[in-house]
């Protein structure tokens, strides 16, 4: 099957923290069961966030081998369960975990934030798929083992999406589509913004700003794994994955993509704001809104290149909603993201940070 067209599926730990849900994360699998080759699952609802606080008391450094397999075990047990649900359903599911000989991710060196050995993954799909062909691969999300040292190794916040973008990067030809609580990218925080849509298309570096800005859907180090040949898109559980839907993440035009382009000036008004105890807001502009707001709507600049990069604003908690307000009326803003005070860290700023 190398070569031809086939599908890895992600499922996210909200998408596996109930029976009901497993149930439909293993239909969504049933649906499209003669092109998928493997699912990756997280682990279930919050428990990635419990272990990480048990093995990370308060003010502790913890980057042991053991201390990463304790938190990775989470995503162990949600690829348990999934795989479970698969075979109660009549589906030929094998659980592949950490350890043994069938282990396909592999990496270069250990700790919290390891890179993905790309050739060394690439060879042990290669010979996974003569060995376990027909069975659809269930894999824990955000681990890997450095094959030096034989220890489990984290692959960063947001590890999962890694884990699958990783995989489809490996296997040429491949979709990759993670599977989340959303139906997509959405243009905005539906809970701050009354208008929100499934935004259709970005591309590398536009789903990179707006995670930088507070956008959770796709975990930033992934994007750094998608190549040519391959697609990547996000949808919401119990999407039909034959049709379209969802979001579409693309290269840039050009070779391969830059994840990090633009990121460093969105990640210091972040920072800022942060420090601050202020509110940031990053803006995805809209190249075919007008060249200059209307209204009252603050000047986000006329000059056609400063129309294709992002803006970031840093603004009082108190003034957040009539800035978010403006900048819709502006006519000039595809999508936006925020970070108000409480929220986490950009994910790419944190070392050894949950995943």
Excluded: N
Excluded at 80 to 94: D, H, K, S, T
Excluded at 97 to 118: F, N, Q
Aim: net charge neutral.
């Amino acid at each position: 099957m190398i070569g031809s067209r086939f599908r890895i599926l992600k499922f996210g730990g909200s998408t596996l923290g109930a029976p009901e849900r497993l149930r439909q994360a293993a239909q969504m699998v049933g649906a499209v069961q003669s092109t998928v080759r493997a699912v990756v699952a997280s682990a279930p609802g919050a428990t990635t966030d419990r272990l990480w606080e048990l093995t990370h008391p308060e003010g502790s450094s913890r980057d042991s081998p053991e201390a990463v397999r304790a938190v990775g075990l989470g995503d162990a047990v949600g690829a348990a369960l999934l795989a479970a649900e698969l075979v109660a359903q009549g589906l030929p599911a094998r659980l592949l975990l950490p350890g043994s000989e069938e282990w396909p991710v592999l990496t270069k060196g250990e700790g919290w934030e390891a890179e993905v050995d790309r050739d060394r993954t690439a060879a042990r799909l290669r010979e996974l798929q003569d060995r376990l062909d027909p069975f659809i691969w269930v894999i824990p999300g955000y681990v890997g083992v450095d094959p030096r040292s034989g220890h489990w190794a984290a692959l960063g916040r947001g590890g999962s999406d890694v884990t699958a973008v990783a995989l489809g990067r490996c296997l040429p030809g491949s979709e990759v589509t993670l599977v989340k609580e959303v139906p997509g990218v959405l243009s905005g925080d539906p809970e701050r913004m009354p208008r929100t849509t499934v935004l259709p298309e970005l591309t590398v570096r536009e789903m990179a700003w707006l995670a930088e800005g507070g956008a959770g859907v796709v975990a930033p180090r992934a994007l750094g794994y998608l190549g040519s040949g391959m697609t990547l898109r996000v949808v919401g559980l119990g999407a039909d994955l034959e049709q379209p839907g969802g979001t579409r993440i693309v290269l840039d035009p050009g070779a391969e993509s830059d994840p990090a382009l633009d990121r460093a000036r969105v990640r210091r008004a972040v920072e800022v704001a942060r420090r601050a105890g202020w509110s940031s807001v990053v803006t995805l502009p809209d190249p075919a809104g007008p060249v200059r707001p209307s209204g009252d709507a603050p000047a986000l600049g006329s000059d056609e290149a400063a129309g294709r990069r992002p803006l970031a604003f840093v603004v009082p908690p108190e003034d957040l909603d009539r800035l978010i307000d403006h900048l819709q009326s502006s006519g000039r803003i595809r999508a936006l993201a925020v970070r108000a005070p409480g929220s986490p860290p950009p994910a790419s700023g944190v070392h050894g940070g949950p995943p």
